[in-house]
């Protein structure tokens, strides 16, 4: 090829590497000739889908030849009864994924500057630098958000700032006095993105409610997915809360229909299922003390996590025990390029699961 399409591309595309999601089972299984692989690596809930979610999914199936209500107002109306946020402070997205997307595309421009934590969600520099913006990435403090440092980082520039509450990779939290205090010096023309990806499974009681504090900050953006507790992480569904006025704004560069029917459809009967989410939830504090209690019997270190995976220290370079694991059918996600070299993810599974795996790690380490 004689024309450079590198160069046509805008500058902060060109220097993005692709976000680099868990490898299938599928491919996996044919890559090393193996079976019966387990997948631990992208923090999906191992209890299978809801029964009224799948039985809401077949009987829309015989409609898919229609395009799905693009405003999504079916799932906005049970998104109200069930949260009690308005109709119109709510946006879908294809993912929660999309939705941060979403947010980077209505308010980023070239000059703009985006501040969020070391060892946050990968999503937060990717969007930024796409939009040709600048990221300000702060120093964590026990690999968790430091407010004070991030309240320091703002500038005259700054126009957003991404707090994952519990976080990704590392599942520690920011309790509600602490939260509130931050918001409350956050400069109102900043507009703060809390992900809540994974707040169904932080139960304490000091636990913040993003969606309660949207009245009290109209700079503040709360977005959920459907892909964790509620189990359809292969529908790609999630949503963002706001004012009426920010919403207005999502809303005018989100592509139409960019949700389909079927997620629509499941999305809208998962939140009747309260059993199912309860069954989720109880299923990951067992495993996860599972997990705990095989990481010291092993001597290793972990960062204790409110969310539906666990972030272990292997005490040696990552990648070689996260290819040993792969051969054993073992799968995580190894975190070097969230600069943690001798971290691995563990997602949640089934108790068998979780046996597995900590009768993998054990063989690995000790070879």
């Not at 387990?38 to 999914?57: F, R, T």
């Not at 999630?238 to 989100?254: E, K």
């Not at 054993?328 to 046996?355: C, K, W």
Request: hydrophobic letters at 45%.
């Amino acid at each position: 090829m004689s024309c450079d399409f590198m160069a046509l591309a805008t500058r902060g595309v060109q220097g993005l590497h692709p976000y680099e999601a868990g490898k299938p089972v599928e491919e996996l299984e044919r890559e090393l000739g193996i079976s019966n692989i387990i997948k631990l690596a992208s923090n999906e809930n191992p209890l299978g889908p809801s029964a009224m979610a799948m039985d809401a999914v077949r009987a829309v199936l015989a409609d898919t030849t229609r395009y799905p209500d693009s405003s999504g107002f079916g799932l906005k109306r049970a998104l109200h009864r069930h949260y009690g946020v308005a109709v119109d402070q709510l946006t879908l997205g294809n993912g929660s994924n999309d939705v941060l997307e979403l947010i980077a595309r209505a308010f980023l421009n070239v000059d703009d500057e985006v501040v969020f934590s070391e060892y946050a969600f990968a999503v937060y520099p990717i969007v930024t630098q796409a939009c040709g913006a600048t990221a300000v990435v702060t120093p964590a403090h026990a690999y968790g958000h430091n407010l004070q440092a991030m309240a320091d980082a703002i500038t005259d520039r700054t126009r957003l700032l991404f707090i994952a509450n519990p976080n990704n990779p590392t599942g520690t939290v920011l309790l509600r006095d602490e939260l509130v205090a931050f918001l409350d010096s956050v400069p109102e023309q900043v507009i703060v993105v809390l992900d809540e990806a994974y707040t169904e499974y932080a139960t304490s009681a000091d636990f913040p409610d993003g969606l309660a504090l949207l009245p009290r900050y109209p700079n503040l953006i709360v977005t959920r997915t459907f892909s964790k507790a509620w189990g359809l992480a292969g529908l790609r569904i999630g949503f963002a809360a706001a004012n009426s006025v920010i919403t207005d704004l999502l809303n005018r560069v989100r592509q139409p229909f960019n949700v389909s029917q079927i997620a629509l459809t499941a999305a809208q009967a998962v939140l009747q299922d309260q059993d199912y989410l309860q069954r989720s939830v109880e299923l990951n504090r067992t495993g996860m003390q599972q997990l705990e209690q095989g990481f010291k019997q092993q001597g290793l270190g972990f960062i204790p996590s409110h969310g539906n995976f666990i972030t272990v220290d292997v005490a040696r370079p990552a990648q070689p025990v996260f290819e040993a694991l792969l051969r054993e059918g073992v799968i995580v996600r190894p975190l070097a390029g969230y600069h943690m070299p001798q971290h691995l993810r563990v997602s949640i599974g089934l108790q068998e699961e979780n046996d597995r795996f900590l009768r993998a790690l054990k063989k690995v380490l000790a070879c």
